[in-house]
């Protein structure tokens, strides 16, 4: 077998939410409560949900750094590499790298440990939503 001959699956790939993820793929009835893209007076951009800044761009983009550089950066869209939010640079990386396909976590937006945040529903009580 040549290594040519070799098909590769990344099974720990990390990607951050892209910009526009939230305007593009919510109904119009959760639109009024999503998460909003902010950049802080020091440049990082940060996910402001429920009127608290959460989420970490940093960690989930290191791609292409070495090993010893990993750490808290980038902490804007503009430091990292496109193909950590993009998809269509995401798929021009895995043919560079020849990969065939990639299992992605994502870094999500998260809210009272939720990785999804469900929405309460008239009368039900925010403690029952939020799990306590």
Not at 2 to 9: A, G
Not at 38 to 44: E, L, T
Not at 96 to 116: H, K, Q, Y
Request: contains cysteine.
């Amino acid at each position: 077998m040549k290594v040519e001959d070799l098909i590769i699956v990344s099974v720990d790939d990390h990607i951050v939410e892209p910009p526009t993820m939230y305007d593009q793929h919510l109904s119009v009835q959760h639109k009024a409560i999503k998460p909003e893209l902010r950049k802080d007076a020091n440049g990082a951009d940060f996910w402001l949900y429920e009127g608290k800044r959460t989420g970490s761009i940093g960690l989930n983009a290191v791609v292409g750094r070495m090993k010893e550089e990993y750490g808290c950066e980038p902490v804007s869209f503009e430091q990292m590499r496109k193909g950590a939010w993009d998809i269509d640079s995401r798929i021009e990386d895995m043919n560079a790298n020849g990969i065939l396909a990639s299992l992605n976590f994502p870094s999500v937006v998260r809210s009272r440990r939720r990785a999804v945040p469900r929405v309460r529903q008239q009368g039900e009580r925010a403690d029952a939503v939020a799990g306590l």
